[in-house]
């Protein structure tokens, strides 16, 4: 009965962890010094490496054995309750019985709840307090023009169309990573994302593989191209995606794994890092990414520019782009507007006031970024 007792204070972990994270966003300067680029350095360079060298992915065994043996262990608890009551014999002997096994339960159900939302809240969710990205590499955000706007996409129309032709294509046009194996392009990554902690501090330290999702088809439903566990530390990538998508991704859950988990600044960090890489399929796939942003906030801003700007794009790029359309056009339903919705109140529980366009605040960065070339064009 102590164990018991002891397990229930597990519970007291979420409060715990609700505070740590509301302290956290309330010091954001002290967050990213003590944790992000202290505490949390320490659990990447141990607790990471436990998974991070592994060439295959613990989480996703995890997140299907987890709930089964979950399920398994509450039906065989209720059953014994039931079983206990069954007994007419001695009411007191049953009446004990009966509640011995659901004083376990609960108290395992509250150890569960408590430690997992803890791990959670070490592994992803004080992240979400820490000083922006740009803020760390010295970007200035402003306000900016709809002609601010416009040059930036010239910009990237014309970096992916030099870009386009220096990735391999097949027999369709489209692009196709010239790794031989994804664990071979996952290599290239960790590579480069080594050197760019070189140039950018905030992203160095151990790098894991990112691994391939085994039931990749499953998350195009879900329209998830990435996905990052907090609670094995592992980065993963959705493999049955157009081939494009793929470099840049394992960029963007790399930074996830450094710590940078607010998406916009993921996807900041996907283009680049694959911009200074010197690697054309990471340079074209992070090129895409940020053209795709920016393309469309200048479409919803004004069409006009949009079509004047988008018609100096590569062919190469328009057979990239329709194919990626006939792609997740086939994936269309409830279960991807229920995974949308999911993942919007996940970012917003995390402060992303956005949520899902969030990740289009990525065109914020790319302006600041550029804002002397995009002045001199004006």
């Not at 706007?149 to 030099?162: G, Q, Y």
């Not at 140039?199 to 790098?207: C, E, Q, S, T």
Request: with cysteine; charged share 20%.
């Amino acid at each position: 009965m102590l164990f018991r007792k002891k397990r229930f204070w597990c519970v007291l972990l979420v409060p715990f962890s609700i505070l740590l994270t509301r302290l956290a966003h309330n010091n954001p300067a002290a967050t990213d010094h003590w944790f992000s680029m202290g505490i949390y350095r320490v659990l990447t360079e141990t607790y990471g490496r436990v998974f991070g060298y592994l060439p295959f992915s613990v989480s996703q065994f995890l997140i299907i054995l987890l709930p089964l043996g979950a399920a398994v262990y509450v039906i065989l608890e209720i059953c014994r309750i039931v079983s206990a009551f069954r007994k007419r014999d001695n009411f007191s002997i049953t009446h004990d019985s009966a509640k011995k096994c659901a004083v376990r339960l609960a108290a395992n159900s509250a150890c569960t709840v408590g430690v997992l939302w803890f791990i959670f809240t070490m592994g992803a969710g004080l992240n979400y307090a820490r000083l922006e990205f740009g803020e760390l590499i010295g970007l200035d955000v402003r306000p900016s023009s709809v002609a601010e706007l416009a040059a930036l996409t010239e910009i990237l129309v014309e970096h992916a169309n030099e870009l386009a032709t220096q990735v391999e294509r097949n027999d369709y046009g489209h692009m196709v990573v010239s790794a031989s194996s994804m664990f071979a392009l996952s290599q290239e990554a960790r590579s480069i994302f080594r050197d760019a902690g070189e140039d950018f501090p905030v992203l160095r330290g151990f790098v894991p593989h990112v691994k391939p999702i085994l039931y990749s088809r499953f998350m195009s439903r879900l329209r998830i191209v990435g996905i990052y566990s907090p609670f094995t530390m592992e980065a993963h990538v959705n493999v049955d995606v157009m081939d494009y998508h793929i470099p840049a991704t394992m960029i963007h859950e790399l930074a996830h794994f450094r710590g940078i988990m607010r998406e916009d600044e993921a996807n900041f960090i996907a283009w680049l890092v694959g911009y200074h890489s010197g690697h054309p399929d990471f340079m074209y796939s992070g090129a895409l990414l940020a053209l795709t942003y920016a393309s469309n906030q200048l479409h919803r801003v004004n069409r006009d520019e949009h079509s004047r700007v988008m018609s100096q794009l590569s062919g190469y790029i328009w057979a990239d782009f329709a194919a990626n359309r006939d792609y997740w056009r086939q994936f269309e339903g409830p279960l991807a507007d229920i995974s949308q919705a999911a993942n919007d109140a996940y970012l917003r529980a995390n402060r992303q006031e956005d949520g899902v366009f969030s990740y289009g605040r990525v065109v914020d960065w790319l302006l600041a970024y550029f804002r002397d070339e995009i002045l001199s064009r004006m």
